[in-house]
């Protein structure tokens, strides 16, 4: 609060020489200043939680208007939560190399948010170390790359996780979906070089969300993108929600 007002009326030493900056432009500093330090770092969250302190209240949602906007937007029960999660368990530990393809899609739309497309276009570098030890996600969605300017999306992947996806990482240059050269058509750049089980891997998906989960519509398998939004504004807040599954504000928001 000190540092605030010593911005607004031009004695901090950062400002005096420009005679204080615009008031708007410094609420807007730490307004962004307020989100960063609350969840932006997993070290402060860990050095609040060790300390036994309440991380402040400075990321709350604000309110949106939805007047004229549709707001009939399916969402999975924790009931259905758990069809998918003792399925996904199903799918890890069987044999069949099938069934562990099936696990690693899940395994990013649940988990991650990915959208079945990138999911196609991911290679095994979007796992890197992160800078505060174990890995992180982190990819360019292709859907909003020349909105954002090839923005990232990230997110720091938990040590059980990781044990999950572990044992079918392969090479960084590999896709997380391996690809046959013979299936790739004419049309594999616009559609991002999808060959060999990427479409049969969405539908499937798509039928179990559908047949088995009880969930309505063709694109039943995009629910567990909008399940992990809600997880992630719901524990880690809205600030999060931007930086992991790449949307923007006003999308985040609404």
């Known amino acids: 609060e000190l540092i605030y007002q010593r911005l607004l009326d031009g004695t901090h030493p950062v ?11 410094i609420r807007m500093w730490f307004s962004i200043f307020t989100r960063c330090a609350g969840l932006g770092d997993r070290n402060v969250r860990i050095a ?8 402040p209240d400075c990321d709350a949602l ?3 208007d939805l007047s004229g906007k549709s707001t009939d937007i399916e969402e999975l029960t924790p009931d259905q939560v758990d069809l998918v999660m003792d399925r996904m368990t199903y799918l890890r530990l069987s044999k069949k190399t099938a069934d562990h393809r099936r696990f690693v899609w899940m395994w990013f739309a649940l988990f991650f948010g990915v959208r079945p497309a990138d999911i196609g276009r991911l290679k095994w570098d979007c796992i890197k ?35 999950y996806i572990l044992p079918y990482i392969g090479a960084k240059d590999e ?7 013979q299936h790739v058509g ?19 998906v798509n039928r179990f969300m559908r047949d088995e989960v009880k969930v309505k519509g063709h694109m039943a398998g995009y629910l567990l993108r909008r399940n992990c ?14 930086t992991l599954l790449g949307h923007s504000g006003n999308t985040r928001d609404r």
């Not at 896709?175 to 050269?181: F, S, T």
């Not at 004419?186 to 499937?204: D, I, Q, T, V």
């Open 15 to 25: 400002a005096a020489h420009e005679g204080g900056y615009d008031p708007a432009t």
């Open 48 to 55: 609040y939680a060790k300390k036994g302190l309440t991380r």
């Open 62 to 64: 604000p309110h949106v």
């Open 129 to 163: 170390d992160d800078p505060g030890g174990g890995k992180r996600l982190e990819y360019v969605p292709h859907k909003t790359d020349s909105k954002t300017n090839g923005r990232s999306a990230a997110g720091f992947i938990h040590p059980k996780l990781y044990r």
């Open 175 to 181: 896709y997380v979906i391996p690809r046959k050269v």
């Open 186 to 204: 004419p049309n594999a750049k616009k559609h991002g070089g999808f060959c060999g089980e990427h479409m049969s891997l969405r539908s499937w």
């Open 229 to 242: 939004s809600r997880w992630v504004l719901e524990h880690q807040g809205p600030f999060a929600e931007e």
